[in-house]
T-cell receptor, first 112, second 114 residues
Framework: DTAVSQTPKYLVTQMGNDKSIKCEQN?????MYWYKQDSKKFLKIMFS???????INETVPNRFSPKSPDKAHLNLHINSLELGDSAVYFC???????????FGEGSWLTVV | AQSVTQLGSHVSVSEGALVLLRCNYS??????LFWYVQYPNQGLQLLLK??????LVKGINGFEAEFKKSETSFHLTKPSAHMSDAAEYFC????????????FGGGTRVLVKP
């Protein structure tokens, strides 16, 4: 079983559309994250949730809205997609009192 | 705020040769340090981590790294490169416990020549 799973893995969509990426972890972790990897492979944190509560929001445009229905799920909704949103989005999770962050396989988003 | 610098965006090594990937960090408090590997079109996999125990850390796939506080470095090495080591490698730092996040370096792409 995949520990941190994301869907879809690949997504091609037009500018202006709204799309969501879903993430689920079966590790029993309390903290979940969204990271963005740009075309130059640079990785940057976007959001972090702990037990469904937002704890990190790294100056991400309001068009990005994370939602955590429970501590095993953290979805990312993106409104009015722009060309610059094309990237790989990684979901990740971390257990309580653990320093190790586990990453999903990534969701490749292409905006055309 | 903490930061990570990886020297060399690309490294080319011959199969069987030493792999050395450089990572320097900046942190005002004792850091935790990590190396992740990303194979093409895949996610990030943890290679090893330093969490203030032994300064020489051994990881998966024959990799190891040494934490040197005086040099603020955490370089990654493997004595003998294998073709399967071709990938992107990321050094990362985190500080604190609650709500900690990883701050990544820019990555180093490793090419292994036969």
């Amino acid at each position: 079983d995949t520990a941190v799973s994301q869907t879809p893995k690949y997504l091609v969509t037009q500018m202006g559309n709204d799309k969501s990426i879903k993430c689920e972890q079966n590790l029993g972790h309390d903290t979940m994250y969204w990271y963005k990897q740009d075309s130059k492979k640079f990785l940057k944190i976007m959001f972090s949730y702990n037990n469904k509560e937002l704890i990190i929001n790294e100056t991400v445009p309001n068009r990005f809205s994370p939602k955590s229905p429970d501590k095993a799920h953290l979805n990312l909704h993106i409104n009015s997609l722009e060309l610059g949103d094309s990237a790989v989005y990684f979901c990740a999770s971390r257990g309580l009192n653990s320093l190790t962050i586990y990453f999903g396989e990534g969701s490749w988003l292409t905006v055309v | 705020a903490q930061s990570v610098t990886q020297l060399g965006s690309h490294v080319s090594v011959s199969e069987g040769a030493l792999v050395l990937l450089r990572c320097n960090y900046s942190s005002s408090v004792p850091p935790y340090l990590f190396w992740y590997v990303q194979y093409p079109n895949q996610g990030l996999q943890l290679l090893l981590k330093y969490t203030s125990a032994a300064t020489l850390v051994k990881g998966i796939n024959g990799f190891e790294a040494e934490f040197k506080k005086s040099e603020t470095s955490f370089h990654l090495t493997k004595p003998s490169a294998h073709m399967s080591d071709a990938a992107e490698y990321f050094c990362a730092v985190s500080v604190g416990a609650a709500g900690n996040k990883l701050t990544f370096g820019g990555g180093t792409r490793v090419l292994v020549k036969p």
